[in-house]
C-alpha cells in the first residue's frame, strides 16, 4: 500500500510538470496577443480548479459517480497547472511587447546615449553591436531649424556601423568624405551617436531560421544603423564605465586569441584562431562559415562552441576538483559533507564558466539543469528519472518559455531522455555490483580492462544517441549526418579532454592556445576528409511532425535493453521518415515559390519531376548570403534535385547566393547574361540565356523573352540583360522579368511577344523605371510580386507604380509583407503567405 502510494504521488508530479511545460506550449502557438485580463482569466480559472480540487478531496467524492476520484483530482490538477501556465505565459509576453519601438519613431533621425552591452562584431561589412539605451532623443528640423524630443525607445537595440566605399567630396578646395569610418568599439563603452532604427523584422520562409524569434528571445526590440554622413553629428565615444566587466573581460580574451595565433607562422592564414575563440569565449560568430559547413555535414557543429555537453564536463571536472581540496580539510568535513560541498562547488565553478561564455541560451539550460539535479541530491531526493527530466524540463521552460521553439531545447532533452531510459538497468546493475564489492573483497581490475569499459560505454552510448536523434534531426534540419558517429567517437573526447583545456589554460598562459591551435588543425583536417566522402549526409524532404515522433520512438525501441523480437518492431516506425517524399505538382501544373530574402530576387519553380531556380538573392557579408541562409534550407527541405539555375544579370542582388546554391547542387545546368569574364564563370559552365531558348518538363512550357542574340553585341547595363522567362499551362501563366526596364519592356510589348501571365514578378522590385503602362496592359496579371527589403533605402516599391497597379486592380504583393509566397498553377487564384501560414505574436505586424 505504501509503495502504491508513493508511485501514486510521483505520477502526480509527473503529471503536474507535464501539464506546466503543455501549458506553456499552448501559449506560444498564439498568432496574437491577447489582452492582459484574458491571461489573468486563466489564472482565475487555474484557482477555481484548485479550490474545487480541495473540496473534492476533503469531501472524498467525486462530482460524477462514475468518475473516480483519483482520476478526478488528476485532471483537474492538470487543467490547473496548465491554465497558470498559459496565463503566466502570456503575461509575460504582453509586458515585454509593451516596451515595442513605436511606429513613428522608424525611419527617423535619433540621437542615443548609451553603452555597449557585448562584444561587438566586426566583418567586411562594417561592425555590428548592442547597445543598452539610457537617453533618447528625436530629431527635427522645421525650417532649418533642429530641434530635440525626448523620447522612450526600447532598453536593448542592435545596430549597424557600416563600412564599404567612402567617398570625397571637394569643398571649398579640401577633400571631404562624405562618410565617416567606423570606430573600433568596446564593451562597457558609453556613445552618443545618431541612429535609424526599425522593428525588428527578419526573412520569414517555409523551414527557414525565424530571426524575429531570436531577437524576441535575446530581448533585442529594434534594429538599425549609426548615420555617419558628413550631414549628422559624428558618434562620440563619452567614457568607460565599469558595466560588463564579463563582456569586457571576453573581449579582451578573444583580441588575445587572434594576436597570439597571428603572430605565429602556422596560423597565419588559417581559421583556428577562431575556433579557439570559440570554445573559449563562446564568440561563434569567430569560426569561418566554411568551418562551420564542415562541423554540420559530419555532426560535431555542437562541439564547437560553448554546448551544454562542455559545461557539463566541465562541472564533473569541477566537482571532482573541488572534493579533492575540501577532503584535505577535516575541519571543513566536519562542518558540511564533502559530497555536497563539492555539488555545491562544481555548480557555481560551471555557471561562472557559463557567464564568462556569454551565457548563450544552451548555458543557461545546462546550468538550470545542473541545478536542479544538484538540489534533489542535496535534498536526497530519489525520484524516478522521467520526473527528474521532466523537472528540470519544467525549470527551463519557466525561466525561458521561448526554448521550447529551439532545436536545441529538444535535441538536448532528447538526448538526455534516451539516456536516462537505456541506461537504467545498467545503472542498477553498477549499483548492484558496487554493494557487493563493499561485502566481499574483489580482485582491482586492471587499467586497461577499466579504459576498455569506458571506451565500450562511451561508443555505445553515442550510437545511441545517434540513432535515436537522427529523425528528430531530419525534421529540424532536414539532413543528418551518415559519419556523424565515427566524427564523434573521436572529436567528443577530443575537443572536451584536449582542445578545450588547452584553450581554456591559455588563458593564464598563452603559448597553450599555439598547442590548442596545433590540436584544431589536425582535427579539421581529419573532419574536412570525412565531409568530402559522397556520402556524408543523408538528406530527406522534412517529415511531417508525427511521423518524426513515431521514428523517435522507433529508435529508442531498437536500443533498450529488450529481446531482439520487441526490438524489431522499432523498425516500421523509422521507414516513413526514411522513406517520406513531399508532395509535388501533378504533371501539367507546376508552383512557385517567391522567397523572402529582403532586397533582391530568388524564386524556386517546380513541376512534377524538376525544379528550377531563378535567381539566388543578395550577398549580406562576405560569409553569409541569400543562397547559403534561405535557398539551400529551403531546397533541403523539399529534397530538391535542382535541374536548372537561371542567373537573370550579374547584379549582387540576384547573384550573391549564386555560388552556395551551385555548390549544393553542382550537376545543375547554368543559364545567364552574365559576361566571359565574369568571376561567375569558374563556377560552372555558362549558357547564355538567348531569346527564343524554349523547352518542356511534364507538360510545362519555359520559354526565355530576352535577351535577344544582338543584345550581347553591344555594351549594355546589367539591368537591360536581364533573362526574361515566361512558364505556361494552358491554364495559368508566370512572368518572371528580372531588372528590365523601361525600353526593354517596350521592345518585348513592340515584338508583340506572348506576355499574358497569371503573375508577374516586378520588374526591377516596383522601381519607378519598370513597370510601364503599356507592359502592364500587355502582361494583363491578376498578381504581381514584389521582392523587396522591409524599409529598403531604395523606396521600392515606388509610390507612382504602386498607382499604376491599383489603377488597373492588379494584386501586388510583397515580401515584406507577406513573407515567402507560395502559388500554383493548378489554383491561380490563391496564394499563401508564410506571415500568414506561420503566425505568431513576436512576428513583425508590418503597417
Partial sequence: MEKRRTDLTRYKLFSTLLAWVVGTWAQLLQASLNHNFIYSSYLIVSCGFVVFLAINRVAKKPPFAHV?????????????????????????????????????????????????????????????????????????????????QVITLPSKISLSWYGGVFGKTETAGDMVALQRKPM??????????????????????????????????????????????????????????????????????????????????SFKHSSEAGIVAALVTGDQQSIDRADWDIFRATGVAHLMSISGLHITMFAWGAVMVVGALYRRSAQLCLAYPATNAALLGGLMLAAAYAVFSGWGVPS?????????????????????????????????VTADPWALLQAGFWLSFVAVGVLFATELSAGNSRLSGREQSDAIPLVKPSLFTIFKTKLWMSGREQFIITLVLAPLTLLLFGQVSVVGLLANGLAIPWVTLVVTPLAMLGALFSPFWDLAGLTVHGLSRFLALLAALPFATFSVAVPHLLLSAAAVLGGLILVLPWPWRL???????????????????????????????????????????????????????????????????????????VDVVMLSHRDIDHSGGIKSVLDMHPNANFISSIESTHELQSLSPVQRCLAGQAWQWDGVDFVVLHPSASDYDSPQKSNAMSCVLRISTPQASVLLAGDIELAQESKLVAEQKTLNSNVLLAPHHGSKTSSSPAFLDAVKPQLAVVQAGYRNRFG??????????????????????????????????????????AKRYWHHQVP
Avoid at 573600433?184 to 524569434?213: I, Y
Avoid at 515567402?820 to 501560414?837: F, G, K, N, V, Y
Fill in 184 to 265: 573600433p568599439l568596446l564593451p562597457g563603452e558609453r556613445w552618443q551617436m545618431t541612429v535609424r532604427l526599425k522593428s525588428p523584422h527578419g526573412n520569414l520562409n517555409p523551414g527557414g531560421f525565424d530571426f524575429e524569434l531570436w531577437l524576441w528571445e535575446q530581448g533585442i526590440q529594434a534594429t538599425g544603423y549609426v548615420r555617419t554622413s558628413v550631414n549628422d553629428s559624428a558618434p562620440m565615444r563619452l567614457e568607460q564605465t565599469w558595466y560588463h566587466p564579463v563582456e569586457q573581460l571576453r573581449y579582451q580574451v578573444r583580441d588575445a586569441i587572434f594576436t597570439r595565433m597571428a603572430s605565429s607562422d
Fill in 364 to 396: 543557461q539550460r545546462t546550468i538550470l539543469m545542473l541545478a536542479t539535479v544538484t538540489v534533489l541530491r542535496l535534498l536526497s531526493k530519489r525520484w524516478p528519472w522521467p520526473t527528474v527530466w521532466m523537472l528540470a524540463c519544467a525549470v527551463v
Fill in 796 to 837: 521600392h516599391p515606388a509610390a507612382s507604380v504602386v498607382k499604376r497597379y491599383n489603377e488597373r486592380h492588379i494584386i501586388l504583393i510583397d515580401t515584406a509583407h507577406c513573407g515567402a509566397l507560395q502559388w500554383s498553377s493548378s489554383t491561380p487564384r490563391e496564394t499563401r503567405c508564410q506571415r500568414d501560414i
Fill in 68 to 148: 473516480n476520484l483519483q482520476t478526478w483530482l488528476h485532471v483537474c490538477l492538470f487543467i490547473a497547472i496548465g491554465c497558470a501556465a498559459f496565463g503566466l505565459t502570456g503575461l509575460r509576453a504582453v509586458a515585454y511587447a509593451s516596451h515595442h519601438l513605436q511606429e513613428a519613431y522608424e525611419g527617423q533621425d535619433i540621437e542615443v546615449v548609451g553603452v555597449v552591452s557585448a562584444m561587438p562584431q566586426v566583418n567586411d561589412m562594417g561592425t555590428r553591436f548592442q547597445l543598452n539605451v539610457e537617453h533618447a532623443k528625436l530629431l527635427t528640423n522645421f525650417e532649418k531649424i533642429q530641434s530635440k
Fill in 567 to 641: 526490438r524489431l518492431l522499432g523498425i516500421p516506425l523509422l521507414l516513413p521518415v526514411i522513406l517520406w517524399q513531399a508532395p509535388r505538382p501533378v504533371d501539367g501544373q507546376f508552383e512557385l515559390i517567391v522567397a523572402d530574402i529582403g532586397q533582391g530576387n530568388a524564386t524556386i519553380l517546380r513541376t512534377a519531376n524538376h525544379t528550377l531556380v531563378y535567381d539566388a538573392g543578395p550577398r549580406y557579408s562576405i560569409d553569409s548570403d541569400a543562397g547559403h541562409r534561405v535557398l539551400v534550407p529551403l531546397l533541403r527541405s523539399t529534397n530538391e534535385k
